[in-house]
Nanobody, 123 residues
Framework: QVQLVESGGGLVQAGGSLRLSCAAS???????MGWFRQALGKEREFVAA????????YYADSLKGRFTISRDNAKNTVYLQMNSLKPEDMAVYYC?????????????????WGQGTQVSVSS
């Protein structure tokens, strides 16, 4: 199974930016990838997804315009650029890999998950 390791989380002031990275243990160019987040006491929710070639991207409606997902298949890495961060963006962010590329906005569409990286936003 492909191992995924997230990095780039931390503490940022409201209005600031962070870029999360997700490094895979092997080639991911044949898989769609996604980001989810889980705030304390809440369900894990979809953030963004990207097709295996990177030509298609999907976002949670509430995050469009602030978050950008991208990938570098040569580095087996997926990124999540987060701008204009708000206190409500504070959560553990998880990277995930989808073997089949279906149901990319739902947890059931993913087969491998990283351990997560904490993003904290101070007001």
């Amino acid at each position: 199974q492909v191992q995924l390791v997230e990095s780039g989380g931390g503490l940022v002031q409201a209005g600031g930016s962070l870029r999360l990275s997700c490094a895979a243990s092997e080639r991911t160019s044949t898989y769609a990838m996604g980001w989810f987040r889980q705030a304390l006491g809440k369900e894990r929710e979809f953030v963004a997804a990207i097709s295996k070639s990177g030509d298609m991207t999907y976002y949670a409606d509430s995050l469009k315009g602030r978050f950008t997902i991208s990938r570098d298949n040569a580095k087996n890495t997926v990124y999540l650029q987060m701008n204009s961060l708000k206190p409500e963006d504070m959560a553990v962010y998880y990277c995930a890999l989808s073997y089949w590329g279906d149901f990319l906005t739902e947890r059931r569409g993913y087969n491998s998950w990283g351990q997560g990286t904490q993003v904290s936003v101070s007001s």
